[in-house]
């Protein structure tokens, strides 16, 4: 976090005066009230009514100050589970992680977890989503970063949400359904159900999430492709429609890391356009749990409690 932005704007509005916050704050009065512009000018409203003195908050003003307040006692949080996960815990979690994800899950979770604790080790378990979730049932791993959709597989799973994801349809730029037309995620290219139903597809295996959400998408438009490619990797799926006329539901985690997502295009159909589903922390349901395991899922849901501000 921005923790000068948050500290500046919060003595401007202490002091009501920015010539006394920026002597407080040991810079010059015209470095601050740049800041403070390149605030207001960053989120779209003035924060301060300068014919006031002292200066007091304008309607937005009162709604960031807010915002700063919560963030800042969100960060307290984290930092204090940080600082609780310093004590010596040892012991080796078993920790399942789709493959596909480990690329980008493992680096912010489970690196900087192992620095701040030096006497825990990981055993990474991959597999898919719903595997996983076996595995969990069957004492084979402790917990599980997956993504859920939002009907929860099993009771006796306790599946903790850390952050949305949505999954798109998408295909090469050039693909004739396109047509040249400009798109983005929030701005997907129109089709309908007919415009779709002779395309190929191609899909991940019947084993992962995506897929089994991929189906209930062909279930509800009561379709069933008849051109299928199936694979067990994003990767692969994210160059083929590069080179072929096909169409894939592909997360959106997997298409911000793709070298080529500039050559996507994005679709919509019938009002439809991206599958929600959520990454989750799971564990079983009253299981003696050791400590490693629960620090690492207090530190996981403080992380996200602070990126999700």
């Known amino acids: 976090m921005d923790n000068r932005k948050f500290e500046y704007f919060l003595t401007v ?38 014919s006031t003195s002292p200066l007091t908050l304008t309607k937005a003003g009162e709604i960031y100050l807010d915002y700063v307040q919560k963030s800042m006692e969100l960060e307290k949080q984290f930092e204090r589970a940080i600082d609780s996960l310093k004590n010596d815990i040892d012991g080796v979690i078993k ?8 690329s980008f899950l493992l680096p912010k979770l ?40 939002d009907q929860k597989r099993y009771r006796t799973l306790e599946y903790i949400q850390l952050k949305d994801e949505n999954i798109y349809l998408i295909c ?20 309908s159900r007919d415009d779709i139903r002779d395309e190929r597809f191609c899909l991940l295996s019947k084993a ?42 592909i997360p959106e985690y997997m298409i911000k890391s793709f070298p080529q997502k500039d050559e996507l ?17 799971a564990y ?13 899922i207090q530190y996981v849901k403080a992380y996200y409690q602070v990126e999700n501000t």
């Open 284 to 296: 079983l349901k009253g299981r003696t749990m050791s400590n490693a395991t629960e620090a690492f």
């Open 13 to 50: 509005y202490e002091l009501g005066n920015i010539t006394k916050a920026a002597q407080k704050n040991f810079i010059s009065q015209p470095s601050m009230t740049q800041y403070i512009n390149r605030l207001e000018e960053s989120i779209g409203a003035r924060l301060f009514d300068r």
């Open 95 to 102: 920790l399942g992680v789709p493959l596909q994800m480990q």
């Open 172 to 191: 090469h730029k050039d693909h004739p359904l396109v047509r040249g037309r400009a798109n983005s995620p929030e701005h997907p290219v129109a089709v």
């Open 110 to 149: 489970v690196s900087p977890f192992m620095r701040e604790n030096k006497h825990i080790n990981f055993n990474i378990k991959d597999d898919a989503s719903p595997t996983l979730e076996k595995q969990l049932i069957d004492y084979l791993i402790d917990c599980a970063l997956i993504y859920i959709n």
């Open 265 to 281: 295009a994005y679709l919509q159909v019938d009002g439809i356009d991206a599958l929600p589903m959520h990454l989750a922390i």
């Open 208 to 249: 992962f999430i995506v897929r089994q959400m991929s189906d209930e998408f062909f279930m509800r438009e009561q379709f069933i492709p008849e051109n299928i490619i199936s694979m067990t990797s994003m990767h692969a799926i994210l160059n083929t429609i590069t080179i072929n006329p096909d169409l894939a539901f």
